[in-house]
């Protein structure tokens, strides 16, 4: 497979090469949210949801990036979930989600973790208005 990108992109958008292995793949995803949003509950959703999607494989997906880091040089990261947080503009801030998964997987377990996240923040807005009833 081959892509070609003009050199200014490098320089003007973040780029990520997610398939140097094809057996795993670092992937990234944002997650959005409203600046006023209760984004530390977000983030703990999004830990405790990328860490059950990755339950299965996250020792295997640990050998495999040490594995590429002493053969091939690379500075693998740790394969564990990791939530990071981003203002892309003052009235927004986003989570960037990132995680090992199988590269053909990758798809499925990122709308696997969303629809989790979706329903536990679902569940506590419905808490939190019960609270104030």
């Not at 490098?10 to 997610?18: A, Q």
């Not at 996250?58 to 990071?84: C, M, Q, W, Y």
């Amino acid at each position: 497979r081959l892509i070609v990108l003009p050199n200014s992109t490098f320089l003007t958008k973040p780029v990520f090469n997610e398939s140097f292995t094809n057996d795993f793949v670092l992937h990234i995803f944002h997650f959005p949210l409203d600046r006023k949003a209760d984004w530390k509950k977000a983030e703990a959703a999004l830990l405790k949801a990328a860490d059950a999607a990755c339950s299965d494989y996250i020792e295997e997906a640990r050998k495999h990036f040490a594995k590429l880091e002493r053969e091939k040089g690379l500075d693998a990261s740790n394969a564990d979930p990791k939530v990071t947080v981003q203002f892309p503009s003052s009235d927004d801030l986003e989570l960037l989600v990132r995680l090992a998964v199988p590269a053909h997987r990758r798809g499925r377990i990122e709308q696997a973790i969303l629809r989790d996240v979706a329903e536990q923040l679902d569940k506590f807005e419905s808490l939190s208005q019960k609270d104030a009833s």
